[in-house]
């Protein structure tokens, strides 16, 4: 089976290790193998898993980056080898991020999200990101560089 155009959120969510409220992504709205948008439109909601006392911080993009992120490395090993399972990976550093605003519950929805890989292998992918809102202003953008197949070594003690 080729990998999806398009998914809705429930698509999203058997696909990525994000699961219950934290599944943030709602639409797939076109991918590639460098490339992958997706929009979101949860950001106003008032019991958002990621939104404190005064909003959702324009921070929390980085969340929907890495999960636009899982969604597009899945979708590649998806397209090239079906039936194979994605490498799990975790964020490993956050670059070059840009906030053009601090907070993310007032931007006109839906959010869209646009991450590109840059570069990339078997163990490693650094991919560049943009939030926007639904009128095409720029909110977020920066780097991120994700590491796959290395567990998190937790120190004993």
């Given amino acids: 089976m080729a990998a999806p155009a398009t998914l809705n959120h429930a698509g999203i969510a058997a696909r990525i290790p994000h699961a219950g409220r934290m599944a943030l992504l709602d639409r797939l709205l076109g991918w590639n193998a460098d490339e992958l948008r997706c929009s979101a439109s949860g ?36 397209a090239t080898d079906p039936g194979a399972r ?16 601090t907070r993310l519950d007032d931007a006109a929805g839906p959010l869209l999200m ?14 560049r990101f943009t939030l926007d809102d639904g009128n095409g202003r720029r909110l977020v953008e920066g780097r991120a560089a994700v590491v796959l197949n290395r567990p998190l070594e937790v120190p004993q003690g």
């Fill in 43 to 78: 950001h106003a909601d008032p019991e958002h898993p990621l939104r404190g006392r005064d909003g959702l911080p324009a921070t929390a993009a980085i969340e929907y980056a890495a999960q636009a992120m899982a969604l597009h490395g899945g979708l590649r090993v998806e």
């Fill in 86 to 101: 994605p490498l799990p990976g975790f964020l490993a550093s956050a670059r070059g991020v840009r906030l053009h605003v």
């Fill in 114 to 127: 646009t991450v590109t890989r840059q570069a990339g292998d078997a163990e490693q992918a650094l991919y």
